[in-house]
């Protein structure tokens, strides 16, 4: 009886090992499961807050111009008062805003465009269209201090306004 004892203490030790390296190889495979997870979850966080900054900075933009007086009322610019170039743009960031905000002539030619259709159209009338673009850059900065990552929001604005070009 003695002899069957003897031979059967090495078998527990290795289980045992096999055991705990077993649980321990499902240990650090969970645990690097969940920092990725936890990586694709702040990256999503920071993107949503991102998206969130720029229409809110777009919509402080819009906010600003139509309580600026007409003379300096940038919505208002007729087509000369742009660059010539149509993809520039006049840059009309609000004081405080995390984004940047410009502002691009949409017409195409040197006159105001015809509005687009409606029910009851008005003789005379003329549409300024105008697009506003908003820019944020977010994310672990780079070797230039800006983010990784980069976001925008347009929108289109199409103002009715009595014709002071003739077409």
């Known amino acids: 009886m003695n002899i069957i ?13 096999v055991m705990i390296i077993a ?14 997870d936890l990586k694709m979850m702040t990256a999503a966080q920071e993107s949503e807050v991102a998206i969130a900054r720029v229409k809110a900075d777009s919509e ?28 520039t743009g006049l840059d009309v960031t609000p ?6 905000v410009t502002i691009y002539n949409s017409n ?6 015809d509005c687009p ?5 008005t003789p005379g009338i003329k549409c300024n269209m105008l697009r506003i673009e908003a820019t944020l850059n977010y994310g672990k900065l780079d070797s230039n201090s800006k983010g990784k990552h ?5 929108s289109g604005i199409a103002q ?8």
């Open 5 to 17: 004892t003897s031979k059967q203490k090495g078998v527990v030790l290795i289980t045992s090992l």
């Open 23 to 36: 649980v321990t190889g499902i240990a650090v495979t969970l645990l690097s499961s969940s920092s990725i």
């Open 60 to 87: 402080l933009t819009l906010v600003q111009e139509k309580k600026a007086a007409a003379d300096e009322n940038r919505l208002l610019f007729e087509p000369g008062k742009f660059p010539a170039d149509l993809a």
């Open 95 to 100: 004081a405080g805003a995390s984004s940047s």
């Open 108 to 113: 195409q030619g040197p006159s105001l465009l």
């Open 117 to 121: 259709i409606i029910v009851n159209p």
């Open 150 to 154: 980069s976001i925008s929001v347009n």
């Open 160 to 167: 009715e306004m009595g014709a002071s070009v003739s077409s």
